[in-house]
């Protein structure tokens, strides 16, 4: 038997391709469970493993985003910190100045006091002393001038 077909190529049907079907059947029934079905799961199983190592890179990218912007704030957060600090310390070194200042401004009036008493006391004690010198300068003026003792 061998049918022709329009373009002229004959197909002979005989008891080869009944073997044939028969090997391609029974080949299939054994090299599915022995060789299709473990090759299909190892696809499958790269592929799992491949959306699994995307997934992880996608949860690790978040992560890594989320570290990022909590360094951030807190990277600001310490900033602000210290400029609040300096501030303070700023403040508080500008009243301790101050504060030196007015001691030191203080303790020069007190010095520059204490050195215009001890000068106003010398003065008095060098006027008493002229004015018994003068007294006494005086009398002896006198005393020489007239030529006897004057009291």
């Known amino acids: 038997m061998s049918p022709t077909l329009a373009a002229g190529i004959s197909i002979d049907v005989d008891a080869t391709l009944l073997v044939q079907i028969t090997l391609f059947v029974l080949l299939v029934g054994v090299l599915g469970p022995l060789l299709f079905a473990p090759l299909f799961r190892l696809f499958e199983e790269r592929e799992r493993r491949t959306d699994g190592a995307r997934q992880d890179a996608r949860e690790m990218q978040d992560k890594a985003a989320e570290l990022l912007e909590r360094y951030q704030t807190e990277l600001d957060r310490v900033r602000r910190l210290a400029s609040q600090e300096r501030e ?24 520059i006091e204490e050195g215009r008493r001890q000068i106003a006391e010398q003065a008095d004690r060098v006027r008493g002393d002229i004015e018994t010198s003068v007294r006494a300068i005086g009398l002896q003026i006198a005393a020489t001038a007239l030529g006897r003792e004057v009291s």
């Open 88 to 111: 303070r310390i700023r403040v508080e070194t500008a009243a301790l100045e101050a504060r030196i200042l007015e001691q030191s401004r203080q303790s020069a009036e007190k010095t």
